[in-house]
Structure formats: C-alpha cells, structure tokens
Nanobody
Framework: QVQLVESGGGSVQAGGSLRLSCVAS????????MGWFRQAPGKEREGVAA????????QYVDSAKGRFTISRDSGKNTVYLQMNSLKPEDTAMYYC???????????????????WGRGTQVTVSS
C-alpha cells in the first residue's frame, strides 16, 4: 500500500502562486506515475499534471501548460506542483494520485490510479 499526503494549499489572489507538495510513504517502489488532479464544487475530478517517476518526464492538460510545473524529489518521495499566474477558475480541491502503470497510457484517467491523497484546498480570489 501507498499513503499520499498533500499540503501547500491556501487562499491567494489572482496572479499569485502556490506550491503543493505530495509526500508518499509505504511501498513507494510500486509507484510509476504520479499525478495531480483537481475537483471544483459541482464538477468532475480532472487531471492537471503527471510525472513519470523513473525519468521525470511530465505531461500537462492544456489549462496548466505554461503556468504549472510538476516535479519530483525522489530522495524525499515527494512530488510538487508549482502553480503560477493563478486564476479564479483554478479554485478546487487538489489531489495527489499514484499508479503502478506508467504515464503513457490514459494519463489523466482517474480510474487508472491506484492510490489517492485526501486533498488540499486551493482558493483563488479575483
């Protein structure tokens, strides 16, 4: 089993930045791909960014490209999401997820992820 704990959420004004962290514990050797998802009230959970742990290769959804950066620190079993130029529409609960499958197939299909954190809230005001 793998446990994921997110942190770093908060309230910021539009144009501001936040850095989310996700610390993995347990049988972390199982993880191959880790992703960040978000869910706004009344909406489905959607993918934001993903990183293939062995190489650091990354993928982003269009809304995140150019503003968000996903990275990892393998020594700390931690994945980060640096979010810049935040917009009110980025307001959501952000979740970290991990899967044993690589990132290349159905990268943002949440059903393909084996482990989930409890989330951290991000609120962006205009």
């Amino acid at each position: 089993q793998v446990q994921l704990v997110e942190s770093g959420g908060g309230s910021v004004q539009a144009g501001g930045s936040l850095r989310l962290s996700c610390v993995a514990s347990g049988n972390t050797n199982m993880n191959s791909c880790m992703g960040w998802f978000r869910q706004a009230p009344g909406k489905e959970r959607e993918g934001v960014a993903a990183i293939f742990l062995p190489t650091g290769s990354t993928q982003y959804v269009d809304s995140a490209k150019g503003r968000f950066t996903i990275s990892r620190d393998s020594g700390k079993n931690t994945v980060y999401l640096q979010m810049n130029s935040l917009k009110p529409e980025d307001t959501a609960m952000y979740y970290c997820a991990a899967r044993t499958l690589g990132c290349g197939v159905s990268t943002f299909d949440r059903s393909r992820y084996n482990f989930w954190g409890r989330g951290t809230q991000v609120t962006v005001s205009s």
